[in-house]
């Protein structure tokens, strides 16, 4: 199947500061990403839908100017955490899909754990 | 209200026997894809499964197979002759609509411990 990378995989910052993480699509193009948050012992929660050149989509209750998101090209989204605080500790995860020209299919990126302290 | 439902947040197997997850779902598109994923420590989610609504047959792949009961919502996922690496946290997600560009909801997962 094909691969979506995320970088980091793992990262520690300080309150206050802010973070990035790279999702990308490595041998596809995907019109769309999209970006998940799974808190320990708990199911993966949509965060926002990512579209190549236009903005994203929050879910409600996501605070679209903490968590800024930048689909620059068909395989790269970023997500930023700014201002990041212990409580934004989770394990992100991004998919991205479906390949363009191709049928209903997602591919999950491996997850980056974020941690704030 | 929950648009997928695992109701069982742990299960014990033994190893070589078969285990079925429970997974129900709720929506109003007649267009929807179900999907099972797996789940291990290293937090990777591993496709395992999909299943069309429109498809006939239930999905099969290798020791994994679905259960596809469009009457009662319900599509859970049989695991054959268990595996000690089967060990991991399975969830259940679906996604509604024709095209590949909506997000998926997840179930709130099956935690499988198999058991030597």
């Known amino acids: 199947g094909a691969v979506v990378s995320q970088h980091p995989s793992r990262v520690i910052c300080k309150s206050g500061t802010s973070v990035k993480i790279e999702c990308r699509s490595l041998d596809f193009q995907a019109t769309t990403m999209f970006w998940y948050r799974q808190f320990p012992k708990q199911s993966l929660m949509l965060m926002a839908t990512?579209?190549?050149?236009?903005?994203?989509?929050?879910e409600q209750g996501v605070e679209k100017d903490k968590f800024l998101i930048n689909h620059a090209s068909l395989t790269l989204s970023t997500l930023t955490v700014t201002s990041a605080h212990p409580e934004d500790s989770s394990f992100y995860i991004c998919?991205?899909?479906?390949?363009?020209?191709?049928?209903?299919?997602?591919?999950f990126g491996p997850g980056t754990r974020l941690t704030v302290t | 209200a929950q648009k997928i439902t695992q109701t069982q947040p742990g299960m014990f197997v033994q190893e070589k026997e078969a285990v079925t997850l429970d997974c129900t779902y709720d929506t109003s598109d007649p267009s929807y894809g179900l999907f099972w994923y797996k789940q291990p420590s290293s937090g990777e989610m591993i496709f395992l499964i999909y299943?069309?609504?429109?498809?006939?047959q239930n999905a099969t792949e290798g020791r994994y197979s679905l259960n596809f009961q469009k009457a009662r919502k319900s599509a859970n996922l049989v695991i054959s002759a268990s595996q000690l690496g089967d060990s991991a946290m399975y969830f259940c997600a679906m996604r509604e609509g024709v095209t590949g560009r909506r997000a998926l909801t997840f179930g709130s997962g099956t935690r499988l411990q198999v058991q030597p």
């Open positions: 998919s991205a899909g479906p390949p363009l020209g191709g049928g209903g299919e997602q591919y």
């Open positions: 299943q069309g609504s429109y498809d006939q």
């Open positions: 990512s579209n190549e050149g236009s903005k994203a989509t929050y």
